[in-house]
């Protein structure tokens, strides 16, 4: 064969197309390949030179690794990834430029270079130290084999890109929406917990998008997200509160309400109850500065209202309790001053000196029992009332409340039952005050009877070792409204009644009081207006003693 000219020896130096002026380019050219162990490049095989000049010329991160020792030449796309091991890196083996990842990379090199198989790896995490400190760094990277003119694997090409700023955006970008789905998660479960009800509506129907806990028990946990508000709840309609929420709508608004009346289910299918709510209608408004939605807010002051209607109950009651106690106080003082005026009379006679005396005494009486039922509110009110217990007949106890009840019963011309167990009980009681609770009921019977009525009393022992004792009328009756409220202090069934048979309205909260002191209870029942009341007093085991024989 003959020796090649001097044109062809020069284009044995040269690869395949130009290489570029580029920091690798120059490095290309200024190192003596002769030195290395690639050898000159005349005799590298064109597949080298091939893969090299390819290498060079692109913009993309490429690098060549050849021979036994895996030289490396790479480009200048290559550079950031390599850091302070540039340019020391380039033509040295790439076992000692990456010795710190190498146990990751030999395994691929040799599948490649013993195998043939080409590499894939996406977004592989390597830790690296390339700018003078440890750092995560990702790569996405492929290895493909290089033959060489006798077919046989001389080196690898390898293609990557550096995922780093993508992979750590991503990271971030995840972080802030775990961060965002935690902040949404509190925000809920604030939401959920808010002790007042929220709700949220959208558009001009006004569509429930979100509601809390509260709001759910407020309309009965019922299926409403998604669906408009009057929709979901029809029976809170012509109520006025859609056109409270259509003026929010409309004006831009807010609304607040105070002790809002709401009849509203609480269970699916239930009868509507009152509720009463405080209340804010939010506008809530889109970028254009429009009306968007309402954000509902408030809370169920149903008991607040309740007792604030007690209040002012309690209060109309206590004036009407003054002024039915001046009156009553008033009524024995003229008679009283009459008394006065004629026991006084110059020649008055003993007749009618012992008929004032008389008037003086009973009205004084009649005030003196007006006082002591004050005073035993009182008592009762500062736990102050004690009861001298000793043990007593109930027949007794019967015949001395029937004693003090009579005038009044039979100046209405009523006319009385008693009955009484044949064998006779023994109560461990105050006496005193039994007899009171029983006068009071029999007082009652008769003011609330019309005259010629009817009054039964009856006694008899409880299954459970008690006594009832019941006394019941042929009178006005109750409503049930009275009935829940009848023994509350200053109670007055019939407001309308002669203030001198209507009392204090103080008898029967007194006498369930002092019922309660011996352990029982005193209830009533009516049948409804105008057909008589029942009261029944009853005293728990523990306050009857053994049968006391007659005579014994």
Known sequence: MSSPTSEEAVQLTRLPGAIPD??????FRQTDWAATALGPVEQWPHSLRTAVNL???????????????LVNIYNEAYIPVLGQRHPQAFGRPAKDTWSDIWPVLQPQVEQVLQHGQPTWNDRVLLVMERNGFSEETYFTWSYSPIYDENGDIGGLFCACTE???????????????????????????????????IAVLRGSDFVFEMANQAYYQLVGHRDIIGKPAFVALPDVSNQGFEELLRGVYDSGEPFVGRGMRLMVQKEPGSPVSETFVDLVYQPVFDGEGRVAGIFAQGHDVTEQVHALQALREADRRKDEFLATLAHELRNPLAPIRQGVLVAKAPGVSAERSRWALDVIERQSRHMALLLDDLLDVSRIALGRLQLRREPVLLSAVVDAAMETA???IDGRRHRLGVSVPTEPLTLDADPLRLAQVLSNLLSNAAKYTDEGGTIDLATEAGPDGGVAIRVRDNGIGLAPASQQTIFELFSQVAPKLDRSQGGLGIGLSLSRALVELHGGS???????????SEFVL???????LRPVMQGG
């Not at 971030?172 to 604030?190: G, I, M, N, P, S």
């Not at 009853?538 to 009857?544: E, G, I, Q, T």
Request: charged share 25%; aromatic share 10%.
């Open 22 to 27: 580029t920091v690798t380019g120059r490095l």
């Open 55 to 69: 290498c060079l010329n692109s913009l993309f991160p490429m690098f060549v690794w050849w021979g036994g020792e």
């Open 163 to 197: 995922e780093t700023p993508r992979v750590l955006a991503e990271r971030q970008r995840d972080k802030l929406v775990r961060d965002a789905q935690d902040v949404a998660e509190t925000l809920r479960l604030w939401f959920d917990q808010a002790p007042g009800f």
């Open 406 to 408: 009579r005038p009044l």
């Open 522 to 532: 005193i209830g009533v029942h009516s049948a409804g207006l105008g057909l008589g």
């Open 538 to 544: 009853r005293l728990p085991a523990r306050a009857v």
